[in-house]
């Protein structure tokens, strides 16, 4: 009985991972680079400085939307986003309509200070390839579920090798490593070693990445739930037509709303993130977790009026902390090279797993020749 | 029953030692900035060193 359901365990192992493991490897190593995706950027792309004039105010957000404007005539601002490193920079998303996909985005970074257009950053780098491949390999929302499901498949086998690594390690001690015996039990070992090591950290990664790859289900549920909800006398109304409100009382009016908090992201009517009728301000909180947590002010985009703001609902919530817990970007540098040894051990938890399987596939194989040789030995005796 | 114990212990112990430390070191940091960084990696830094002690430095009786 004790045996059957080892061997159930074993199967149930063998067979999520073996599905998984190609896909991981590839989330593995293309999320080492992605670790230090910020250092790299500086590396690759070059580094703009705002410089800040002695004495210089920052200029009105709408006189700096025209400037952005101007770079792009056939399009239209869409999103507003403020550099979390350096405030002194604010990047402009022009599209030629505002929900048209996120390909079609041209942007603008502007110096705050003084207006200057710093950049005109693309998202064609080699950063950006590498992120695409590891959020959907270019298969858009489909690729992203798929390697959710991938994701679910992973953290079975985590759940099932940890309960093989109870069976097998009752007679041994922590961290045996038999080196000196044959090579597959010094591979089983550094398997068994390396992955109980590693089973807290991968499942949190394992878990935030399938959350991760939901944004689009909760960004589509945010849509219909809270955000319909706040904008529910609206319903009825003809969009929005002719010259919007000014961008600045828009700020005003959310700062008013969201008094201790930073304005993080403004999105404009008829984009994704916001109504047909509505600046949607997105303030950020001031400390380490609430930083993470956006919430949304509401701002009618033809009278400058605050329509509503509210805290986000928990399944966005959980989105946004799952992303820190999935990157290792949220505690310096230190915390990004422990990311990486966790992943670097992670692809070694990886090959080993695959290469125990072949090595048992081809001893199973010889078992088999040398039991079907001694059969029919036997048999040509009589 | 006693015997049952001691193998739990001796086979989930370090293991589940290595797993509450890793999640405290991946909360903490989290939470807040500056010493809360520095015991995020102190506390995620541990399973990784007692990982490779084990692996470049075996006990003699293995």
């Known amino acids: 009985m004790k045996l059957k359901s080892a061997k159930r365990w074993f199967e149930w192992h063998k067979w999520t991972s073996l599905i998984c493991t190609l896909f991981m490897l590839m989330l593995c190593i293309t999320g080492l680079p992605l670790i230090f995706h910020h250092e790299l950027d500086a590396v690759l792309e070059k580094e703009v400085v705002a410089q800040v004039p002695p004495g210089a105010h920052k200029m009105s957000l709408d006189s700096l939307a025209v400037i952005a404007g101007k770079q792009y005539p056939t399009n239209n601002i869409r999103y507003i986003f403020w550099d979390e490193d350096d405030k002194n920079k604010i990047v402009f998303d022009l599209a030629p309509k505002p929900d048209a996909p996120p390909e079609q985005s041209k942007y603008a970074m502007l110096n705050v200070y003084t207006g200057e257009l710093l950049d005109k950053p693309t998202t064609d780098g080699i950063m950006d390839v590498i992120l695409k491949i590891h959020m959907n390999m270019f298969l858009g929302i489909p690729g992203k579920l798929f390697l959710g499901l991938m994701g679910i498949l992973f953290v079975i086998a985590i759940v099932t090798g940890a309960v093989l690594y109870g069976r097998i390690m009752k007679k041994y001690d922590f961290g045996m490593v038999r080196k000196y015996k044959s090579k597959r039990l010094q591979w089983l070992d550094t398997h068994n070693l390396i992955g109980i090591v590693t089973l807290t950290w991968g499942s949190v990664v394992g878990l935030t990445g399938i959350i991760n790859c939901m944004s689009d289900v909760v960004l589509a549920l945010w849509q219909q739930g809270q955000l319909k909800e706040m904008v529910a006398p609206y319903a009825q109304q003809q969009p929005l037509t002719g010259k919007l409100s000014s961008l600045d009382e828009a700020m005003v009016v959310a700062q008013q709303a969201a008094p201790h908090m930073e304005p993080r992201i403004v999105t404009y009517p008829g984009t994704m993130f916001s109504s047909k009728h509505h600046y949607a301000v997105f303030m950020r909180g001031n400390t380490a977790l609430t930083a993470r947590l956006l919430m949304p002010a509401l701002v009618d985009a033809k009278t400058g009026k605050l329509t509503d703001a509210r805290r986000m609902p928990w399944y966005v919530n959980t989105l946004f902390l799952s992303e820190p817990l999935h990157f290792g970007d949220y505690g310096g540098m230190p915390l990004k090279i422990i990311w990486a040894v966790f992943d670097t051990a992670m692809i070694i938890v990886l090959i080993t797993g695959l290469y125990l399987w072949f090595a048992r596939r081809k001893a199973s194989r010889l078992q088999w020749t040398r039991l079907s040789e001694k059969i029919t030995a036997d048999e040509e005796e009589y | ?62």
């Open chain 2, 1 to 62: 029953m006693r015997k049952n114990t001691n193998t739990t212990l001796h086979v989930w112990g370090k293991p589940l030692l290595v797993a509450l430390l890793s999640i405290t070191g991946l909360i903490t940091a989290l939470v807040g900035d500056g010493y809360w960084d520095a015991f995020s990696w102190l506390a995620l830094g541990i399973p990784l060193v007692m990982m490779a002690g084990h692996y470049f430095y075996p006990k003699k009786t293995e």
